[in-house]
């Protein structure tokens, strides 16, 4: 077990390799209000988060997360292009099932994070890079995935914008999404919802209720998904592999779905700018659904570097999130994209754990 004081000393060398790369140090709050957080993801997020109520600020939220807090504090003000890093604890339930495994994930661990605003094409090579230099002593392997390959393929699809909002919605629940891709590509039943004149209770109204009912039914006539297009996008959620070989695969769907060329053009450039800062692409796992496992306001590249050891999280990873911006901006935007390491593995892994 590694000592508290060890994985600082790791953390504070990673941040200063941050730091080297021109970052400054911010120290966001710990305890952060919990409306803004519930409304980015949803009340999922209650099952995995220490949630409290304080008599002056109201419901609050021990820190689950640095980059929501580092993205409010620069658009609230932030001159660009901007370079942050962090060092502290972020605070997770676990669920362990029913059998608590020998190696359970911690409910409170450190992060060192680093994020950058830019309007640069060569953000994304920049942060991955950085990454990859700072992890190479470790032998990790990396993964790549692309958000917004998977974004624009369902925004194709010859859905009514009903449907299409709901894929979208369940992208990151992938047993929901297939259930609803599933149900899109065959004839739905109408739904007899009866007519039931009892004493009305719950929280939506009658009016709320009926436009729900309109809507059902509204979806029931729609014409299915062809099964093309069903199979499209299927193919793309499948396509893993060495970044080059899946870079050929995606060109080759996006003859069939142009609406996804910009992104697999912008995802060649990446790769290319990676190539020319001395990274060996080829040893790139992609993976064209990694974004659907990592946080959702990710929108554009994922990444994260893996060991060998099945049980453990990964010891990096980060993306591109330009929509988070606009969000918590209020109408505001700049491209972003970061990542974070955790130090304590790191520590586990030079001690040979």
């Known amino acids: 077990m590694i000592v508290k004081s060890a994985r600082q000393a790791t953390g504070q060398r990673i941040l200063g390799r941050f730091r080297d790369a021109g ?34 600020r109201g419901e609050v939220m021990m ?12 658009m609230a003000g932030g001159a660009e292009p901007a370079r942050y890093c962090y060092l502290g604890e972020v605070f997770r339930k676990q669920d362990h099932g029913d ?42 392997s ?6 917004s390959l998977v974004l624009d393929a369902i925004r194709a699809l010859p859905l ?22 599933a149900r899109f590509s065959s004839p739905a039943p109408r739904r007899d919802f009866g007519d039931d004149s009892g004493v009305w209770t719950g929280l939506r109204t009658p009016e709320e209720m009926q436009a729900r009912v309109d809507r059902l039914n ?11 297009w069903s199979g499209r996008l299927q193919h793309l959620l499948s396509i893993t592999g060495s970044a080059p070989q899946a870079l050929t695969e995606l060109q080759a769907l996006a003859k069939e779905m142009p ?24 040893a790139i796992r992609f993976d064209a659904s990694h974004g659907r496992h990592s946080m959702e306001y990710y929108d554009g590249m994922t990444f994260s570097f893996f060991t060998h050891r099945a049980d453990w999280p990964p010891v990096a990873s980060g993306g591109r999130y330009d929509a988070l911006t606009q969000v ?17 593995l790191v520590a586990e892994l030079e001690a040979g754990q």
């Open 218 to 228: 509204a979806i029931a006539e729609e014409t299915p998904l062809p099964a093309e």
């Open 142 to 147: 990396a993964v790549m995935g692309d958000m």
């Open 23 to 56: 970052a400054t140090e911010v120290a966001p709050d710990i305890l952060l209000p919990a409306e803004t957080l519930l409304d980015l993801y949803g009340e999922d997020i209650r099952a995995r988060a220490y949630v409290t109520h304080d008599p002056i």
């Open 99 to 140: 059998t608590r495994p020998d190696h359970p994930r911690e409910n409170e661990y450190l992060q060192a994070g680093f994020e950058l605003f830019a309007r640069d094409d060569a953000a994304d090579a920049e942060v991955f890079t950085l990454f990859a230099d700072i992890l190479a002593p470790y032998r990790l």
């Open 160 to 181: 009514s914008p009903a449907r299409r909002d709901m894929l979208l919605h369940y992208i990151w629940q992938p047993k929901r999404f297939r259930a609803c891709l």
């Open 63 to 74: 820190r689950p997360d640095f980059t929501v807090p580092v993205v409010q504090m620069h």
């Open 328 to 344: 918590l901006g209020q109408g505001k935007a700049i491209p972003a994209v970061g990542g974070i390491i955790r130090p304590g």
């Open 259 to 282: 609406q996804i060329g910009p992104a697999v053009a912008r995802l060649g450039k990446r790769l290319a700018l990676i190539a020319e800062r001395g990274i060996d692409i080829a």
